[in-house]
């Protein structure tokens, strides 16, 4: 997958998290699949806030729900050609979180897998010729 097509990846995740920070409904439905195949690891108490966002069940005059405050900034972005992985710690609350999102060629995002408070090792194995290469750095995760 060329690089540009990568960039453009990473922009529509950006734009998902935007639109997931903000509460924007309509624009998260817009970027995901109906059928959008969804995997969790991590602490059983955090596996449904993703879902939530998605659905619209955490509004903001939700405010007694334990996640309203919650949002996902990530500062790390990086595209492998079609998956592109965002990733987070927050201190506060101690989660360190890393989505996995898969994209088609339309901008439609088929498939998110979501780690929390795991360790987790991102390899790309294949023919790297033509494909942009991306230096990541391990990330350290935080015992809690």
Not at 14 to 25: A, C, D, F
Not at 28 to 42: C, I, N, R
Not at 97 to 125: C, E, P
Request: charged content about 15%.
């Amino acid at each position: 997958m060329p690089a540009v097509q990568e960039e453009t990846n990473k922009k529509l995740v950006r734009v998902l998290y935007e639109s997931l920070s903000t509460k924007n409904g309509n624009a998260v439905q817009h970027l995901l699949a109906p059928d959008l195949e969804w995997w969790f690891h991590g602490l059983p108490s955090h596996r449904h806030h993703l879902i939530q966002l998605f659905t619209g069940c955490i509004s903001s005059s939700n405010d007694n729900n334990s996640y309203s405050s919650f949002v996902f900034v990530p500062v790390s972005i990086v595209a492998f050609g079609s998956i592109v992985i965002a990733e987070d710690h927050n201190e506060e609350i101690l989660v360190s979180w890393m989505h996995a999102w898969t994209v088609t060629d339309h901008g439609i995002f088929t498939q998110v897998r979501k780690y929390l408070n795991t360790s987790v090792t991102v390899t790309r194995f294949g023919n790297l010729d033509g494909v942009s290469q991306t230096l990541i750095s391990s990330s350290k995760c935080p015992c809690v």
